[in-house]
């Protein structure tokens, strides 16, 4: 199957120099867990629940002159459209990572792959070897 299938197309994207406060904010409202993090035209990064709570929240950083590149996770692992989602496992198994931005054939944000995802689009195997392989501690 290929990666287009089983995404969730509806993907958004912040900028480099979007306040904290307002990533959380659309993360609440759009119920979602990351987001990619965009500059000059190219994607940079990937904002997460997980950096707002340990790079802010943790440190008392001001979530309003904080910006999401001051936080966000540098560099972005993603996956193409026409990818197979075995691929996209492979991947995220490789890079022990839960989510995965889709880029189509002009290298642009087409959606984001999640385990939620995958869990519906392939076996209960596969999609447990993956939660398996990522959620294992880090050492």
Do not use: F
Not at 12 to 29: I, L, N
Not at 39 to 51: A, E, F, S, V
Not at 89 to 101: C, G, N
């Amino acid at each position: 199957m290929e990666v287009s299938k089983a995404m969730h197309a509806k993907a958004d994207w912040v900028s480099a120099d979007t306040p904290v406060s307002e990533v959380a904010r659309m993360m609440m409202v759009d119920d979602i867990g990351a987001l990619p993090v965009g500059k000059n035209d190219r994607l940079i990064g990937m904002i997460t629940d997980r950096d707002i709570a340990l790079r802010i929240v943790a440190e008392n950083r001001d979530p309003k002159r904080t910006t999401a590149e001051d936080v966000m996770s540098k560099g972005i692992v993603y996956c193409m459209t026409n990818e197979t989602v075995e691929d996209a496992i492979h991947l995220m198994t490789q890079k022990q990572i839960r989510r995965l931005a889709v880029l189509d054939e002009h290298k642009r944000l087409a959606g984001m792959l999640s385990l939620g995802d995958i869990s519906h689009a392939v076996g209960r195997e596969m999609s447990g070897e993956l939660l398996k392989t990522v959620s294992a501690h880090h050492a």
